[in-house]
């Protein structure tokens, strides 16, 4: 069964309403923060290949390289399946990274069929394609698919935040994370955004540390 799905801002508004009433924590980081962002994202091919050129580089280094794959036609998945590792590499993908555009690629994902399915479907769809791991399923099911109730908790800024807000002695571990959140159901997905935007008030207020 598909949940709630957020379309709009007003639907990351009612979410954190409902997250702000729940949780005067959550009452106190929106007061800072201010309206959160909707945060969706075209769905697709595309979305997935930027998540994986993204991986472990900076965010300068994944734009230059994603500027070159889509000047040379590589965000099309028919392109991207008949290139070699060679064509790939040359754009700027390590040899693992071109493995996994490959794959992804050549996965046959039905894109559109995804958006029918139960987000624990689609996330164990998604993580048998090499090189998309869980976090980058959840973050793909939030944003492209506009899941209001998948979280990331393997995400460090979501940790770290949650440890400052929730005033924890540690910065909570992806298990941990995951089960804290089962309080936010059914707007997961907002307490994540309202997480994310509290790590940069914090960070830049208090000196969160990385």
């Excluded at 230059?64 to 040359?90: H, K, N």
């Excluded at 090499?130 to 460090?156: Q, S």
């Excluded at 059914?186 to 790590?199: E, G, I, K, M």
């Amino acid at each position: 069964m598909v949940g709630r799905i957020i379309q709009f801002e007003a639907c990351v508004a009612e979410g954190a309403a409902w997250l702000a009433q729940a949780d005067p924590r959550f009452a106190h980081a929106l007061a800072l923060t201010g309206p959160l962002p909707l945060r969706r994202q075209a769905d697709g091919f595309a979305a997935l290949l930027s998540s994986i050129v993204s991986q472990q580089v900076s965010v300068a280094s994944a734009n230059a390289i994603w500027a070159r794959l889509e000047g040379a036609g590589m965000v099309d998945p028919t392109a991207m399946a008949q290139a070699s590792e060679e064509d790939l590499r040359a754009l700027g993908l390590s040899r693992q990274k071109a493995r996994y555009g490959r794959a992804l690629a050549q996965a046959g994902l039905d894109y559109a069929a995804l958006h029918a399915l139960p987000d624990e479907a689609v996330i164990s769809q998604l993580t048998q394609v090499p090189g998309i791991g869980r976090w980058t399923a959840e973050i793909y099911a939030m944003f492209a698919l506009g899941r209001a109730d998948v979280f990331a908790p393997g995400d460090l800024a979501l940790q770290e935040a949650a440890r400052v807000l929730f005033a924890l002695d540690a910065r909570p571990n992806e298990k941990v994370l995951r089960l804290m959140s089962e309080a936010w159901r059914p707007w997961r997905a907002v307490a994540a955004r309202a997480l994310w935007a509290y790590y940069r008030v914090a960070k830049q207020r208090e000196g969160i540390r990385e």
